[in-house]
C-alpha cells in the first residue's frame, strides 16, 4: 500500500494533468469548429461579402483557436509561453523544411484570397480538373464535378495551374457547327439557323447571331454558329438548338451527311 501511494503521489499530478490536458483538446476542437461555422454563417448572410473570404476566414479562426488550445495544453505540462516562443523559434528552420508543402498552400490560399481568380460556386478549370467550387480554405480548394465527385487539389498546386473560370462573366459566347450536303443550299441553311436563333429569348441580340460557312470538309459543308448568352443559360441553349437545328434540317430536306468516300472510275 505505501509503494502504492507512493507511485499515486508521483505520477498522480501528471495523470491530472493528463486528464486536464484532454478536456481542453476536446473542449478546444469543439470551441473551434463553432465558432468557425458562426464566422461562416455571418459572413454567408451578409450579401456585402464574398463567400469565398467567409470559408477563408472561417479556416485562418479555427487554426488559431486550435493554437491557443495547443498552448494552454502546453502549459499545463509546465511548458510556459516564453519557453514555448524559444523552442518554437530554435526548431523554425526545421519545421519550415518539413512542413515546405503545407506553408506553400497557406501562402498560395493567402494569394487565391487576395486576387481571387475564382469563387465559392463557380465552375472552373485547375490545371486539367473541372468542377464548381465547393471551398477554399488554408490548405486546399475543393471543387465538386457535374456527376458529384468530390476533388482536392492543393492550393499550391491551384496557384501554380492555368485556371479557366467559364462562370467569371455574366455572358458566354456559345459556338456551334453543323455541316450540310454539297448539294444542299448554304444560304438557305443558314437562313434557318438564323431564324431559330431569334426566336430564342436567351439568344442576345448584340452581339448578334452569327452565321458563315468556315470550312469545306471532305464530306460536308461546315456552317459555324456563334451566339450568345447569359452563362447561366449556355448548356440549356446548347442542346436545345443543336436539337432544333437537326429538326429544322430534316423539315427543310437539308441533310447532315456522314463521312463518304466517293469511288472515282478510271477510264480504260
Not at 473541372?130 to 471551398?135: E, H, K, Q
Not at 492550393?155 to 457547327?177: C, E, F, P, V
Not at 448584340?206 to 456563334?226: A, H, I, Y
Request: hydrophobic share 50%; glycine share 8%.
Amino acid at each position: 500500500m505505501d509503494i502504492l501511494a507512493e507511485q499515486l503521489g508521483h505520477y498522480g499530478p501528471l495523470i491530472v494533468n493528463a486528464g486536464k490536458a484532454l478536456l481542453v483538446l476536446i473542449v478546444g476542437w469543439i470551441v473551434a469548429n463553432a465558432l468557425s461555422a458562426w464566422a461562416r454563417r455571418r459572413v454567408t448572410s451578409n450579401p456585402n461579402i464574398d463567400d469565398t473570404i467567409g470559408s477563408f476566414v472561417a479556416s485562418i479562426l479555427k487554426w488559431v483557436v486550435l493554437t491557443v488550445v495547443l498552448i494552454a495544453v502546453l502549459g499545463l505540462f509546465g511548458i510556459e509561453a516564453t519557453s514555448l516562443v524559444a523552442i518554437l523559434g530554435a526548431t523554425t528552420l526545421a519545421i519550415g523544411l518539413a512542413l515546405q508543402g503545407t506553408l506553400s498552400n497557406i501562402a498560395a490560399g493567402v494569394m487565391l484570397i487576395v486576387f481571387r481568380p475564382y469563387k465559392l460556386g463557380q465552375f472552373v478549370d485547375i490545371g486539367g480538373t473541372s468542377g464548381t467550387v465547393a471551398d477554399l480554405n488554408l490548405f486546399v480548394t475543393e471543387l465538386v464535378t457535374p456527376d458529384n465527385v468530390q476533388i482536392i487539389i492543393p492550393n499550391g498546386q491551384a496557384w501554380g495551374a492555368i485556371i479557366t473560370n467559364y462562370s467569371a462573366h455574366d455572358t458566354r459566347r456559345l459556338d456551334l457547327s453543323f455541316g450540310i450536303d454539297y448539294g444542299d443550299d448554304a444560304d438557305k441553311a443558314m437562313a434557318l439557323i438564323l431564324k431559330l436563333a431569334k426566336a430564342d429569348e436567351r439568344v442576345h441580340a448584340d452581339p448578334e447571331p452569327w452565321v458563315r460557312v468556315v470550312n469545306l470538309g471532305d464530306s460536308s459543308v461546315d456552317l459555324g454558329v456563334r451566339l450568345w448568352c447569359a452563362a447561366a443559360d449556355y448548356w440549356e441553349l446548347k442542346f436545345h438548338m443543336t436539337k432544333a437545328v437537326k429538326e429544322a434540317f430534316d423539315a427543310d430536306g437539308i441533310s447532315i451527311p456522314y463521312p463518304h468516300q466517293v469511288e472515282i472510275k478510271k477510264s480504260a
